[in-house]
């Protein structure tokens, strides 16, 4: 299996698994990339979602030895499709309901780089490196680069990165926003799945508010911003999650959120 999945009190830990090449991206693994994301979707039991890889990268990028066999052949239709599908990926993990974070385990380039980006937040081990790499070969990002990196780190610093396509460690990435926390590279996973253990236990319908807000924020007016909150705190006050925690704040315990989508 190219993306191997479990689910860990509620949290769905996706693994890209092809260490051999990096995790870079090839054969079935976009594929199968968005199959686990759909069944993380379908399943109301996972309220949470880290995403990383196996071995010592996140992702390397794209299958640059298969991309020369396709110049040859002149094939830029298996590139349309490839990007096509990258672009299900995004869209999917910006429009899913749950929080989605990135555990960088590694490198982190081209394609990889901008999966980490499309994810909500992104922990990084000590040992992260991050490339908008496509220059380096004659490309230009997809998987939404363009705009998920200009949206973190402005135009100046986008084109920057872009541009050169130099690569930064993990240091850097936080200085500049790309990433919200490092961790020892010993301990990254399982103090990221605790944090997205925090997360699923949280109140689950909230969050996918707040996240649609956050989106929503980045890229809409003050007015739609005003306006979509008044709807989503109107539903939110009355929901059984908002009633458990103003009860729990009263009594001075701890919630205990339900299950609500």
């Not at 396709?70 to 899913?96: C, T, W, Y």
Request: proline share 3%.
């Amino acid at each position: 299996m190219q993306v191997l999945s479990e689910s860990i009190d509620g949290v769905a830990v996706i693994r890209l698994n092809r260490p051999e090449v990096m995790n870079a991206f090839g054969g079935t693994m976009r594929q199968d990339l968005l199959a686990a994301l759909e069944h993380a979707a379908r399943d109301n039991t996972i309220r949470c979602l880290v995403i990383t890889g196996v071995g010592d990268a996140f992702c390397a990028g794209g299958d640059i030895v298969n991309m020369a066999e396709l110049q040859a052949n002149n094939d830029v239709g298996e590139i349309k499709q490839r990007i096509v599908l990258a672009a299900r990926i995004v869209q999917m993990l910006r429009e899913l309901p749950k929080p989605v974070i990135a555990a960088v385990n590694g490198a982190a380039a081209g394609a990889g780089i901008n999966l980490a980006l499309a994810c909500d937040i992104r922990y990084a081990s000590e040992r992260a490196k991050f490339a908008e790499s496509f220059v380096k070969i004659g490309l230009v990002p997809d998987w939404g680069g363009h705009y998920l990196l200009t949206q973190l780190v402005g135009t100046g610093r986008a084109m920057d990165l872009i541009m050169t396509g130099d690569r930064i460690d993990a240091d850097e990435a936080l200085r500049l926003g790309i990433v919200n926390r490092i961790y020892p590279h010993e301990t990254m996973l399982e103090e990221v799945i605790e944090r997205a253990r925090a997360l699923a236990a949280g109140p689950a319908s909230a969050l996918a508010a707040i996240k649609r807000g956050v989106y929503l924020g980045a890229t809409g007016s003050l007015a739609e911003t005003l306006e979509y909150e008044k709807a989503a705190q109107c539903i939110a006050f009355l929901s059984a999650d908002a009633r458990e925690g103003v009860r729990a704040f009263i009594e001075k315990r701890a919630p205990k959120f339900g299950r609500e989508q």
